[in-house]
Each structure stands twice: as C-alpha cells, then as structure tokens.
C-alpha cells in the first residue's frame, strides 16, 4: 500500500475491522470563474451490506487534503485496511 505522503491525496476505500462500515477518499479538480483552478476533496460513508459491499449511503465530508490525510491515517492507526470494492464477490 502507498504511504499517504506520496499521494497527491488519499484515493479509495478503507473498511473497518468489524466490516460494517467503509470509507470513501476521492478527490476531483475542478474549474470555476472565481478560482481559476481547486480541488474538491470529499470523504464519504457507507454502510457494509452481508456480501461485503459498501451499499448504504451516510454521510459526505468536503474537506481539506490535510484533513483527507489526517482522516486516512487516523484510520490505518486504528486498524482500518485498504480493499478494492469492485473485487469483492457477492453472494
């Protein structure tokens, strides 16, 4: 797994230990008249379903790329790993 640092941002998803709950770090650059030039970081929740598959919406979080960061590694320190939603097989 990459370290955080080495990211422009946190990009994925990270699921809990207890595989209830997963995470989602996306980020997005975006244009607007006002600034000629941003970057949307957002953090949304998911409920896990039984198959493994983060499908009930909670909540979004816009944040900064120092709170993403922060956020991502928080989690990694409490036990929270990385995986890829697509691959995981359903029932």
Request: no cysteine.
């Amino acid at each position: 797994m990459a370290k955080v640092e080495n990211l422009e941002a946190p990009i994925g998803w990270l699921i809990d230990p207890h595989n209830k709950w997963a995470i989602h770090f996306d980020f997005k650059k975006v244009s607007n008249e006002k600034e000629k030039s941003s970057t949307d970081f957002t953090i949304d929740m998911w409920g896990v379903v039984p198959n493994g598959k983060p499908m009930k919406f909670k909540s979004r979080r816009k944040v900064t790329k120092q709170d993403s960061q922060k956020t991502w590694q928080q989690l990694i320190d409490s036990n929270w790993v990385e995986f890829d939603y697509k691959s995981t097989k359903t029932a």
